[in-house]
């Protein structure tokens, strides 16, 4: 097996982890200020790539259906902390977890109502062929579309750690995160913090539903993306953001060295299930994930 | 005795029950700039009720509460943050998985006033505000000498310290009032030596007026100026520690059976 090809899965792999990143970050965004494991994120996805390609087909150039849709996401982050999570302060994970495998519905409902579930092709403008010069020089296949969003992908991810590690507002989420109490004491507006973050997810959703809309074309299988999301978050931790970046690399690059290296022995498919046996075994040496907080128990 | 100055905070007869239990029946007391007031009783006297209705974290079905003169029903959580009562639980709570230096931080939440917008940028304004803030976190951490703990997750820290780390955080306020829910409890004698000079050098330092629940009665009759008893949600002594600790009422309810 030459060493060219290797390189060439293992970018291609490296590439596409990136963008199982950029879902993943949605659910730590939501975990890391409120603790809540946000089923729905994957509609999100789902809801921003619909209304986008939804708007867009009404005759709307695309520079001007991404900033209305970003409205729409954002006034939904807002809806669902207002309507859904604020009556629900206070009350055990299990019910607000709940809540939000109901949402999921919802949303994915809501989508479909307004604009069909027809499946619908995104463009971008970023065509997914190799890049010339890469392949001349080296002979490695880099496809031009997959750097494009991974370099957007790592351009979110690096504003947003910085923002929360380094900011009053980042640094409040992560305070209300931890106890809601404290927080109030030390006068943080718990509310106005919760509609900041779903804000922040339905922006990062559509991202995500952009770019895995023009890779996939929208439709409804969209919202399993999500399911991929979660073994992304077992190995980079559910409350960290770099987490989900190295989590994503991860995932990304082994799923597709273990496609092309086992697959031919055990009848392929493995890309499919490979990601969560990684997960399962990581589960059990590492809980709380390479970057989480320690889970630290007095005795 | 410290020169102590107006009434800031006076609270006429409040009172708060749960359904039909009775944690607090008509009580009075005022607190005055600048003082170090006590509040003492055995357990389930309504101590931490008492503070949780300065702060605003329960509100009294009964009373009025006059802090610096404005008359209020009642106190809100926020409220009491943004108008200068910072305090400390009784069960320690601090951002666990946070570091010492960042829940620090947290206390300076309201005294920072970039927008959303300069923040996600981390431009400019936003930098600058955030260097400056921890200047004045810094000091609270030498003043606390807890430098060489500033990047250590709370959650890791000794109990003892992470008393002192809750302390630091009410104190990046600059609060006008400081509210401390049994600030030396669990602590060794060393400790609570050092939480006394601590609270001492604050009510000296800063003339932060502070507001103290504690159980260990040496300290309390050292370091307090007056004294309010509680007994069954009932006040029953409010005075210098000298007469508290003659008055016979006390005696009986408390101290009589302590000893």
């Given at each position: 097996?030459?060493?060219?090809?290797?390189?060439?899965?293992?970018?291609?792999?490296?590439?596409?982890?990136?963008?199982?990143?950029?879902?993943?970050?949605?659910?730590?965004?939501?975990?890391?200020?409120?603790?809540?494991?946000?089923?729905?994120?994957g509609?999100?996805?789902?809801f921003?790539?619909?209304?986008?390609?939804?708007i867009?087909?009404?005759?709307?150039?695309?520079?001007?259906?991404?900033?209305?849709?970003?409205?729409?996401?954002?006034?939904?982050?807002?809806?669902?902390?207002?309507?859904?999570?604020?009556?629900?302060?206070?009350?055990?994970?299990?019910?607000?977890?709940?809540?939000?495998?109901?949402?999921?519905?919802?949303?994915e409902?809501?989508?479909?109502?307004?604009?069909?579930?027809?499946?619908?092709?995104?463009?971008?403008?970023?065509e997914?062929?190799?890049?010339?010069?890469?392949?001349?020089?080296t002979?490695i296949?880099?496809?031009?579309?997959?750097?494009?969003?991974?370099?957007?992908?790592?351009?979110?991810?690096?504003?947003?750690?910085?923002?929360?590690?380094?900011?009053?507002?980042g640094?409040?989420?992560?305070?209300?995160?931890?106890?809601h109490?404290?927080?109030?004491?030390?006068?943080?507006?718990?509310?106005?913090?919760?509609?900041?973050?779903?804000?922040?997810?339905?922006?990062?959703?559509?991202?995500?539903?952009?770019?895995w809309?023009?890779?996939?074309?929208?439709e409804?299988?969209?919202?399993?993306?999500?399911?991929?999301?979660?073994?992304?978050?077992?190995?980079?931790?559910?409350?960290?953001?770099?987490?989900?970046?190295?989590?994503?690399?991860?995932?990304?690059?082994?799923?597709?060295?273990?496609?092309?290296?086992?697959?031919?022995?055990?009848?392929?498919?493995?890309?499919?299930?490979?990601?969560?046996?990684?997960?399962?075994l990581?589960?059990?040496?590492?809980?709380?994930?390479?970057?989480?907080?320690?889970?630290?128990?007095r005795i | 005795?410290?020169?102590?100055g107006e009434?800031?905070?006076d609270?006429?007869?409040?009172?708060?029950?749960?359904?039909?239990?009775?944690a607090?029946?008509?009580?009075?007391?005022?607190?005055?700039?600048?003082?170090?007031?006590?509040?003492?009783?055995?357990?389930?006297?309504?101590?931490?009720?008492m503070?949780?209705v300065?702060?605003?974290v329960?509100?009294p079905?009964?009373?009025?509460?006059?802090?610096r003169?404005?008359?209020?029903?009642n106190?809100?959580?926020?409220?009491?943050?943004?108008?200068?009562?910072?305090?400390?639980?009784?069960?320690i709570?601090?951002?666990?998985?946070?570091?010492?230096?960042?829940?620090?931080?947290?206390?300076?939440?309201l005294?920072?006033?970039?927008?959303?917008?300069?923040?996600?940028?981390?431009?400019?304004?936003?930098?600058?505000?955030?260097?400056?803030h921890?200047?004045?976190v810094?000091?609270?951490?030498?003043?606390?000498?807890?430098?060489?703990?500033?990047?250590?997750?709370?959650?890791?820290?000794?109990?003892?310290?992470?008393?002192?780390?809750?302390?630091?955080r009410?104190?990046?306020?600059?609060?006008?009032?400081?509210?401390?829910?049994?600030?030396?409890?669990?602590?060794?004698?060393?400790?609570?030596?050092?939480?006394?000079?601590f609270i001492?050098?604050?009510?000296?330092?800063?003339?932060?007026?502070?507001?103290?629940?504690?159980?260990?009665?040496?300290?309390?009759?050292d370091?307090?100026?007056?004294?309010?008893?509680?007994?069954?949600g009932?006040?029953?002594?409010?005075?210098?520690?000298?007469?508290?600790?003659?008055?016979?009422?006390?005696?009986?309810?408390?101290?009589?059976?302590?000893?």
């Open positions: 097996m030459d060493a060219q090809f290797f390189f060439e899965v293992l970018l291609g792999g490296l590439l596409s982890g990136v963008m199982y990143s950029l879902v993943a970050l949605g659910y730590v965004l939501i975990y890391k200020a409120s603790g809540v494991f946000n089923f729905a994120q509609s999100m996805v789902f921003a790539a619909l209304t986008t390609v939804g867009h087909d009404m005759g709307v150039s695309l520079w001007l259906a991404v900033p209305l849709t970003m409205i729409v996401m954002i006034a939904l982050g807002l809806a669902i902390e207002k309507f859904v999570l604020r009556p629900l302060v206070a009350q055990p994970e299990i019910t607000l977890f709940m809540a939000t495998i109901g949402l999921a519905f919802f949303v409902g809501l989508a479909q109502a307004i604009w069909g579930a027809a499946v619908h092709p995104l463009e971008l403008g970023i997914d062929v190799p890049i010339q010069s890469v392949m001349d020089s002979g296949a880099i496809s031009q579309f997959d750097l494009v969003a991974a370099g957007i992908a790592a351009a979110l991810v690096t504003a947003l750690a910085i923002f929360f590690s380094k900011t009053r507002i640094r409040a989420l992560r305070a209300v995160a931890d106890d109490q404290a927080a109030l004491s030390v006068g943080i507006p718990l509310q106005q913090i919760w509609g900041i973050v779903w804000a922040v997810a339905g922006f990062v959703a559509l991202v995500a539903g952009l770019l809309g023009a890779r996939n074309g929208v409804f299988s969209l919202t399993f993306l999500a399911l991929k999301a979660l073994p992304v978050l077992i190995l980079g931790g559910f409350t960290s953001i770099p987490g989900a970046i190295v989590g994503g690399l991860i995932i990304g690059a082994s799923e597709k060295l273990a496609e092309v290296y086992i697959g031919p022995h055990v009848g392929g498919g493995v890309e499919g299930w490979f990601p969560y046996l990684l997960a399962l990581f589960l059990l040496v590492r809980p709380e994930g390479l970057f989480g907080e320690r889970i630290i128990r | 005795m410290r020169p102590t009434v800031i905070l609270l006429r007869n409040i009172s708060l029950a749960f359904g039909g239990v009775k607090l029946t008509d009580i009075s007391f005022d607190v005055r700039e600048h003082e170090i007031r006590a509040i003492i009783g055995p357990n389930g006297a309504g101590k931490s009720s503070l949780n300065i702060n605003g329960y509100r079905q009964q009373g009025e509460i006059v802090f003169g404005e008359h209020r029903r106190m809100n959580t926020y409220q009491a943050a943004k108008s200068g009562i910072a305090r400390t639980f009784q069960n709570a601090l951002f666990r998985g946070m570091t010492v230096l960042d829940n620090i931080m947290t206390g300076r939440n005294k920072m006033h970039c927008n959303l917008l300069q923040q996600a940028l981390y431009w400019g304004a936003a930098q600058r505000e955030e260097l400056e921890r200047r004045i810094e000091e609270v951490i030498d003043f606390l000498e807890i430098q060489y703990i500033r990047k250590t997750p709370v959650g890791r820290l000794p109990y003892g310290l992470q008393k002192r780390v809750e302390l630091g009410a104190l990046a306020a600059e609060p006008s009032i400081l509210l401390l829910d049994e600030p030396m409890a669990g602590m060794n004698t060393e400790e609570k030596q050092d939480m006394c000079r001492l050098d604050v009510n000296d330092e800063f003339g932060t007026t502070i507001v103290l629940i504690e159980h260990d009665m040496g300290v309390v009759m370091i307090s100026d007056r004294v309010v008893v509680l007994d069954y009932r006040k029953i002594g409010d005075g210098a520690p000298a007469d508290i600790r003659n008055s016979q009422d006390v005696i009986d309810a408390y101290l009589g059976v302590a000893h």
